[in-house]
């Protein structure tokens, strides 16, 4: 059986690896998280339909690790790829667990009895993670993982597992694993905006300054706050949220010109779960032009504002903290009237930018990106799956900012590249 490597586990690598495996071809899936799932496992609602993101992608989780054709490789990250279509040799850095995979059952006993809580990537910080966690109650392989950086060593995980399952850092170590594989797909994702890189919104100086992943997180009812809207300040339902958009998109400034696709229908979609939860707050979107461009999307824009949420074409030029609550300072450009608007919460619709792992190795193999750092395909046209590289796909965001649906679409083109190449060579 010939096996294709898929890089990265978000929606667009589960997708990839689940359609190539489907053909009776072997695949290895990587991912440098715990789990598999990447971004759209932090999520709470899908844009159009606002079904539940986990009801969609958990199904796909578990298939995909109980596939017989795919093998799962969390906590490893790709190295280098080396050789030609159909006989490459990939470098994969396998980083320790700190757990015997096959001893743990993902009981969660050894995380209750934890006293250690630290910064939960997961939760975008808005929430916390002890130093023995699962990163949600949904990972895939069902596993805890150590964190040894953070670990105190008081041996209480050691005592309370009666598989002896958690290991010392002598017996579980750094490993390197070179596969074969007739096929590569680069399936690595997107990194958000660094939101301090425009300071003059007050993000991490104002406590209810957050960013779009901060506030999915915070939403989502498997989140920190259990669905519950709070000021960071002071723990209160805020009465006013304002979502800014276009930060860390087509600004010309920081040389992000791109649009980023999602940031207008997930302010959205986000701006109607608040009217759902708590319908007399008030929530405005501040937007630059509103690109409602996919089906149904149109509607869902004109959904939005029949539940009361304001719309109102502007870029605010700074935030302010009065002491109570959030000022912004800006011009309605369509009305030529000049607000001092008031929030208790603002939102900053942060943008999609490129993995800057991605660039390394694509650097590393020879394929080129464009002006903002995502790949390059041999033809956006004609082949926009392919690469300049034989043998070595793109799918995803890795390719350019993506919402789900266009995601799960290029990692069937991809995965059908790479059957293609399999079946062609036998």
Do not use: W
Not at 94 to 99: A, E, L, N, V
Not at 382 to 409: C, E, F, H, R
């Amino acid at each position: 059986m010939s096996n294709a490597v898929v890089i990265g586990g978000g929606v667009a690598g589960i997708q990839t690896a689940m359609d190539i495996a489907n053909h009776n071809i072997h695949v290895h899936l990587i991912e440098r998280e715990p789990s598999i799932g990447g971004h759209m496992a932090m999520l709470d609602k899908t844009f159009p339909t606002n079904d539940c993101s986990m009801c969609i992608l958990s199904p796909k989780m578990a298939e995909i690790s109980r596939h017989p054709n795919i093998t799962i490789m969390t906590l490893s990250e790709v190295e280098k790829i080396e050789g030609e279509k159909g006989n490459f040799k990939v470098t994969v850095t396998k980083y320790p667990r700190y757990i015997d995979e096959k001893e743990c059952t993902g009981c969660g006993e050894c995380v209750e009895i934890c006293p250690v809580e630290v910064y939960n990537k997961f939760d975008a910080g808005v929430g916390v993670r002890k130093a023995i966690y699962k990163p949600h109650a949904q990972v895939v392989p069902n596993l805890v993982v150590k964190d040894n950086l953070h670990c105190i060593d008081c041996g209480m995980c050691f005592d309370v597992c009666g598989k002896n399952a958690v290991l010392t850092t002598e017996q579980d170590k750094v490993k390197t694993i070179v596969l074969d594989a007739a096929a590569v797909v680069i399936a690595t994702g997107y990194t958000l905006f660094d939101a301090q890189k425009k300071s003059r919104f007050g993000y991490l100086r104002y406590a209810d300054v957050i960013t779009s992943l901060e506030f999915e997180r915070m939403i989502n009812a498997g989140g920190p706050t259990k669905g519950e809207i709070r000021r960071l300040s002071n723990g209160e339902t805020p009465k006013s949220v304002v979502f800014v958009q276009c930060v860390g998109s087509r600004d010309m400034t920081i040389k992000r010109n791109i649009c980023s696709c999602v940031c207008c229908m997930y302010a959205l979609k986000n701006s109607m779960l608040i009217k759902e939860h708590y319908p007399d707050t008030k929530v405005t979107i501040l937007y630059t032009d509103i690109r409602a461009y996919g089906k149904g999307y149109e509607e869902y824009y004109e959904r939005a504002k029949q539940m009361g949420v304001e719309i109102v074409r502007a870029f605010p030029g700074e935030v302010e903290d009065s002491g109570t609550h959030l000022i912004l300072p800006l011009e309605n450009t369509e009305t030529g009237e000049f607000i001092n608007l008031e929030a208790d919460l603002v939102v900053l619709s942060v943008g999609i930018e490129p993995e800057p792992d991605t660039v390394r190795l694509a650097e590393s193999v020879g394929i080129p990106t464009d002006d903002t750092g995502f790949l390059n395909p041999s033809d956006f046209k004609l082949n926009p799956a392919g690469t300049v590289k034989p043998g070595i796909y793109i799918a995803g965001t890795a390719l350019a900012p993506k919402d789900i649906p266009d995601s799960v679409m290029s990692a069937g083109a991809a995965a059908m590249k790479v059957v293609m190449d399999v079946e062609g060579s036998q």
